[in-house]
């Protein structure tokens, strides 16, 4: 059967046995009802310590990969998904949350843990085990965002899942892959596309990778303090993923691990994730998307990354649309500051319209956007006078 979860992963004898690990199909553990007999006489218990014994007796797997022996120095291979467990719910919710969750286009399996007091689902990611924990991390910032904070213990790629059973448990054989970006700078600069695409999303966070590396002597900290502002608004407003955290985090530690203290590498991380919270309060979203249907641009949430065919249909809408600016003094006007960046209407960095290359401004008007930049009050005193700035 084609599934994203007909993977080979490691079943270990239980909870306390971390050798001798025996190949297993995914898809058929999912759907084995050998213990469901012992699961269920568990879920009757009231004691949880009596559960707890139960259940490290029963068989458990490693859905994350093939393992010689459980840890993570020990993987064979990566299965390219990554666990999910959604503790303390209240039991009359967990429906109200499942229904939720099964939206989220991501999940290829949620089920009932083995004590029947909780979500326990599967992702697909790409089968990196180095990038195993940052996937993590992207996941639970995202599900944090909706108010649910994941168990810790799947970061670690030899995390186990016990067996359990769920008469009522959602497939997704054709789940789509989560994917986090972590794109690095290029040498080259790069001229502004339309929002709404993989490809201007990606310039944007090499732009901000770009500017939190190079920030000059003294200005760092309120840089990257801004930086992260303005991503966390681009979060809100749907055009980058929450990934993006971790991303400039990496950026950061890649240029300055070896020159800033332990203690301030501390302070800028903390600026970092600070930054991306409070923007998180004020959403950017495109001026040229807000004219557009909700069906007719696909919605580019955390969990769903656009899809070709999303791409395919996004570019059959923006054919044959005008540039929303009619003249230099409207695109003028449709500038705004965000958190001390210049932006312009379609909520993209205005200095990227001012690169030699790119054809969309004349000179004239990307002088004037230049000088603003430069000085933002400008901005302001155009508008209040009314100037005809071309």
């Known amino acids: 059967m084609k599934s994203v979860l007909n993977v080979e992963v490691s079943c270990f004898k239980n909870y306390n046995t971390p050798s001798n690990p025996q190949k297993v199909n995914l898809l058929?553990?999912?759907?084995?009802?050998?213990?469901?007999?012992?699961?269920?006489?568990?879920?009757l218990l009231e004691d949880k310590s009596t559960r707890d014994q139960i259940k490290s007796k029963l068989p458990a797997i490693t859905p994350s990969g093939l393992f010689s022996y459980r840890s993570e120095d020990h993987i064979i291979k990566h299965s390219g998904i990554i666990q999910i467990d959604v503790d303390?719910?209240?039991?009359?919710?967990?429906?109200?949350?499942?229904?939720?969750?099964?939206?989220?286009?991501?999940?290829?399996?949620?089920?009932?843990?083995?004590?029947?007091?909780?979500?326990?689902?599967l992702i697909p990611i790409p089968g990196d085990p180095k990038m195993h924990k940052k996937y993590f991390d992207a996941i639970n910032k995202t599900f944090e965002s909706?108010?649910?904070?994941?168990?810790?213990?799947?970061?670690?790629?030899a995390s186990l899942r016990g067996y359990s059973f769920d008469?009522?448990?959602?497939?997704?054989?054709?789940?789509?892959?989560?994917?986090?970006?972590?794109?690095?700078?290029?040498?080259?600069?790069?001229?502004?596309?339309?929002?709404?695409?993989?490809?201007?999303?990606?310039?944007?966070?090499n732009w901000m990778i770009r500017e939190i590396q190079n920030a000059q002597s003294g200005?760092?900290?309120?840089?990257?303090?801004?930086?992260?502002?303005?991503?966390?608004?681009?979060?809100?407003?749907?055009?980058?993923?929450?990934?993006?955290?971790?991303?400039l985090i990496e950026a950061y530690l890649s240029q300055y691990r070896h020159i800033d203290s332990k203690q301030i590498q501390k302070k800028e991380i903390n600026a970092i994730r600070s930054g991306?919270?409070?923007?998180?309060?004020?959403?950017?979203?495109?001026?040229?998307?807000?004219?557009?249907?909700?069906?007719q641009i696909p919605r580019l949430s955390p969990f769903r990354p656009s899809t070709l065919e999303d791409l395919s249909i996004e570019?059959?809408?923006?054919?044959?649309?005008?540039?929303?600016?009619?003249?230099?003094?409207?695109?003028i006007q449709a500038l705004k500051i965000e958190n001390g960046i210049l932006l312009n209407g379609l909520g993209y960095p205005a200095i990227w319209d001012c690169i030699k290359s790119?054809?969309?401004?004349?000179?004239?008007?990307?002088?004037?956007?230049?000088?603003?930049?430069?000085?933002?009050?400008?901005?302001?005193?155009?508008?209040?006078?009314?100037?005809?700035t071309c």
């Open 146 to 157: 909706f108010g649910i904070r994941l168990d810790e213990k799947p970061k670690n790629v």
């Open 276 to 295: 991306i919270s409070d923007g998180l309060k004020h959403p950017i979203k495109s001026e040229f998307r807000k004219n557009l249907s909700w069906d």
């Open 315 to 331: 570019k059959n809408v923006l054919q044959g649309k005008d540039l929303i600016f009619n003249s230099s003094n409207e695109y």
């Open 219 to 247: 200005e760092r900290h309120a840089t990257r303090l801004k930086i992260a502002r303005l991503a966390g608004g681009y979060i809100a407003g749907g055009i980058l993923d929450y990934g993006v955290e971790v991303t």
């Open 28 to 43: 058929t553990w999912l759907n084995s009802n050998k213990y469901k007999q012992k699961v269920e006489e568990l879920r």
């Open 358 to 388: 790119n054809q969309f401004l004349d000179l004239k008007t990307k002088q004037v956007v230049d000088m603003i930049n430069k000085k933002h009050e400008l901005l302001a005193i155009i508008r209040k006078f009314n100037l005809t």
């Open 167 to 205: 008469p009522y448990a959602y497939f997704n054989h054709n789940a789509i892959l989560f994917k986090t970006s972590f794109f690095y700078p290029t040498d080259k600069l790069i001229k502004p596309a339309f929002p709404g695409s993989i490809e201007s999303s990606n310039k944007l966070l």
């Open 88 to 121: 303390g719910l209240d039991i009359e919710d967990i429906e109200i949350y499942k229904n939720e969750l099964i939206k989220i286009k991501n999940i290829a399996y949620l089920g009932l843990s083995v004590s029947g007091k909780g979500l326990w689902g």
